[in-house]
Each structure stands twice: as structure tokens, then as C-alpha cells.
């Protein structure tokens, strides 16, 4: 769920290339209070997608050799970001298994974001760049995503339900994706095997 701040209808915008600017000044500003606590600061989503149609909302994922380090809450406390509170951002559920994340979002009245805090090495990270890589990879794949998310913005405009609709139909998608991985050898960028 949102803040209360952030609470409006889903309205998907066409790609703009400004969004890659804006992950970049909201990466730096993380960099300046993570230091090196954060391994890699990667701009994922759909935002992170030229040509795919998004909620104008930055998904940043921020790699971690550990999780539960106290600095990392200490360094999004000090520049006013929020933890996001519901079980759904506190874990990663890929193919029945869960993978431990946090999920903070900006202070109120600041940039629309939502910063995926991982580790380095999980398979949910490693999830959010295939995702990514192959939606930028593949005309086709990013058409049809693009066209189902439009879908279900059109009919459920709600956030709740059109999250979880899209959540239904991302396997579908990510098996194209492990193919292509296959295809491609694809290793996923800063991810350490």
C-alpha cells in the first residue's frame, strides 16, 4: 500500500528518457549517505525500460552484502525516506520461494520512488535485472507487457489490484525471459556468483 501522500488512480505515462536522469540524481543522493555499504545502486522497472510505458514512479534496487546491516535503515532515516510496512515488501516470492528485501519510499513531497534494498547475491535481484535486461532486449515482450499493463490500468485503476493482476501474469513473462537468458548467456550486471 502507498503512503497516504502517495495515494492516487494508476496512469501509465509513455517512456521518458528523464527518468533515466532522475534515477541517477536519486542514486547519487543514496550514494552520498550508503557509501559502501551499498555494493551496486541500479535503476530496474519498468522506468528503467526505453519505450515501455510506466507509472511515473522510479524503482531503484539497492545491492547489499547483508540485510539486515543497521546502517543501511540509519542512512534512509537521515535523508526522511519510509519504510514500506506490508509483508509484500518485505519479501520476494519467485516460484514459491522468498527472498528477504526492504522497501523504502521517499519523504513525502519528494520524487516518486520506490528503492528495492536486496542482496548482492539473491535470486530476486537477479530476477529484477532479468526482467529488465530482457523487456529491453525484446520489441516483442516489451509490446505485450506494455499492452497488458495498459489493460489492466484501463479496467482496475486502483494500485492494490492492478499490482496484483500484473504480479499474476509476471511468470508468464519471466519464462521468456529465462529462455532468452539462456539464449544470450546472460549475466546479470554487479550480481557475484
Known amino acids: 500500500m502507498p503512503f497516504e501522500d502517495e495515494v492516487q488512480a ?10 533515466e536522469l532522475e ?13 559502501d555499504v551499498a555494493v551496486a545502486i541500479q535503476h530496474v522497472g519498468s522506468t528503467a525500460v526505453p519505450g515501455l510505458a510506466a507509472k511515473d514512479v522510479i524503482d531503484a534496487q539497492v ?19 519510509r519504510r514500506r510496512p506490508e509483508p509484500w515488501n518485505q519479501v520476494d516470492s519467485i516460484g514459491g520461494v ?10 513525502r513531497g519528494a520524487r516518486a520512488a520506490n ?18 535486461d530482457y ?21 482496475v485503476p486502483d494500485l492494490m489490484p492492478y499490482g496484483q493482476i500484473k504480479a499474476a501474469a509476471l511468470p508468464l513473462l519471466m519464462r521468456g525471459a529465462e529462455q532468452w537468458a539462456d539464449q544470450m548467456k546472460w549475466i546479470p550486471e554487479g550480481v557475484r556468483s
Open 115 to 132: 528503492i528495492h534494498v536486496r542482496p548482492e547475491n539473491s535470486d530476486a535481484t537477479r530476477y529484477a535485472l532479468l526482467f529488465r
Open 63 to 81: 545491492l547489499v552484502r547483508e540485510l539486515h546491516d543497521l546502517r543501511i535503515g540509519q542512512a534512509f532515516e537521515s535523508l526522511g525516506f
Open 23 to 35: 534515477f541517477e540524481t536519486l542514486a547519487q543522493q543514496l550514494r552520498g549517505v550508503l557509501g
Open 98 to 107: 522468498s527472498f528477504p528485501k526492504a522497501v523504502y519510499a521517499p519523504p
Open 135 to 155: 523487456l529491453r532486449a525484446d520489441p516483442e515482450a516489451r509490446a505485450t507487457w506494455a499492452d497488458l499493463k495498459a489493460h489492466i490500468a484501463s479496467a
Open 10 to 19: 494508476v496512469h501509465l505515462s509513455a517512456w521518458r528518457a528523464a527518468w
